[in-house]
């Protein structure tokens, strides 16, 4: 069974305590309880107006895409990786109601001796291309360059990052100081196939792909691509699932393909709900690492989150938890579950943002409710239990 131990076995950990410990003194920025940490107009020092800088990646999702290019050739899985880096840092900034103009530097570390010129220049160009899409859709990003280091003595394949920042004002933020009971939420679809993506999307994100990698795929890929691993993993831990990258699944996506579907943006429907709904709108997380309990490090108050309406999770989470046996409290924890993007608003407005991410051919529903209570606490209510967190 995939439990807590055998997660962290893994060297990963699906809440980042320790990060959070570190950073527990820091300064909290201008408003503390939003998505992203908002700084002061540090350039031109107008007090209308607030800096974003964030930095994100696409984690261990660049060891699945080394072993799908290895094994198959196909090397455009490496636009993907450059996908998720973006996304997982335009998509935070999201949560504050920044929506552009955005500036992004790349940064690639990576072992020559295993990752090709030929590589590098499809996550770089593929970074261009995905800029030049979301242009078309109102989203403008300037791509500022970033650096490219040859540290083989320190990863073993390679690793994306990214850098994205932005000045808006003030007026403009969503903090998540308005979140109350009385609230109800709507989740956004991670699955599917949105009117600006190319392909279906198995709803994957860049979230506890170290842990579906493992239990999903099959032992033999250790052997055969050892550098796509920690050589001090027990080996217990390591590849031990049934499947093979090329394996069919009851989508139109291999196995591989699944797992390394590029993490979806929602910046073109948020653009478009914060430029209608703006003043209805109390929160915006999204549910990436901690799942369907992110939301509880954002609550502003002693709060309730009830979900009892969730979307029913796309094939690619029951393919991960039946390989891995995993108690389904934990999956909700660990990952999206088909619903990476939820917004905090009254009934009126949810039924607006569920017509307008309908528009984009995204799912959504109104999945649930804040209550008053005396603690913090999520409350998921599925079909396959309910689950508390606190």
């Known amino acids: 069974m995939a439990d807590n131990n055998r997660y962290n076995l893994r060297g990963v950990s699906a809440q980042k305590e320790e990060v959070h410990q570190a950073v527990a003194k820091l300064d909290k920025g201008l408003y503390p309880n939003a998505f992203c940490k908002v700084y002061p107009d540090y350039w031109a020092g107008d007090e209308a107006y607030c800096n974003l800088l964030h930095a994100d990646g696409a984690g261990t999702k660049s060891s699945l895409a080394y072993l799908y290019w290895k094994e198959t050739g196909d090397i455009s899985v490496w636009k993907g990786i450059a996908v998720d880096a973006i996304v997982m840092n335009i998509d935070d900034l999201l949560c504050v109601g920044a929506t552009g103009p955005f500036t992004y530097s790349s940064t690639i570390g990576r072992n020559k001796n295993l990752i090709p010129g030929e590589v590098i220049s499809e996550i770089i160009n593929g970074t261009q291309a995905y800029f030049d899409n979301l242009q078309q859709f109102g989203i403008e990003v300037k791509f500022l360059g970033g650096e490219t280091a040859d540290v083989g003595d320190l990863v073993r394949t390679i690793i994306v990052d990214g850098t994205m920042a932005c ?157 891995a046996g995993t108690d389904w409290k934990e999956m909700y924890q660990v990952f999206n579950m088909g619903q990476r993007l939820e917004i905090y608003t009254d009934k009126e407005t949810a039924a607006a943002i569920v017509e307008i991410a309908n528009s984009f051919n995204i799912d959504a529903t109104i999945s649930g409710r804040v209550e008053t209570a005396d603690k913090k606490e999520v409350v998921i209510e599925s079909k396959h239990g309910s689950f508390s967190y606190t």
């Open 167 to 323: 000045r808006m004002r003030r007026d403009k933020l969503v903090t998540t100081e308005k979140m109350q009971a009385g609230d109800v939420v709507v989740s956004l679809a991670s699955y599917g196939k949105a009117t600006y993506e190319d392909e279906y999307n198995s709803g994957m994100g860049s979230n506890g792909l170290t842990s579906a990698r493992h239990e999903v795929l099959k032992k033999e890929y250790a052997t055969k691509y050892p550098e796509s691993i920690d050589p001090n993993l027990p080996d217990e831990v390591v590849y031990n699932g049934t499947h093979g990258l090329t394996d069919s699944t009851p989508t139109e996506l291999n196995v591989g393909k699944m797992l390394l579907s590029p993490t979806r943006t929602y910046a073109p429907v948020v653009l478009q709900i914060l430029n209608n709904h703006f003043d209805k709108i109390h929160g915006i997380i999204h549910c990436s690492g901690g799942g369907q309990s992110k939301c509880l490090h954002y609550l502003p108050q002693p709060l309730r989150v009830v979900k009892d309406n969730l979307l029913d999770a796309p094939p690619l989470f029951n393919i991960i938890q039946e390989s």
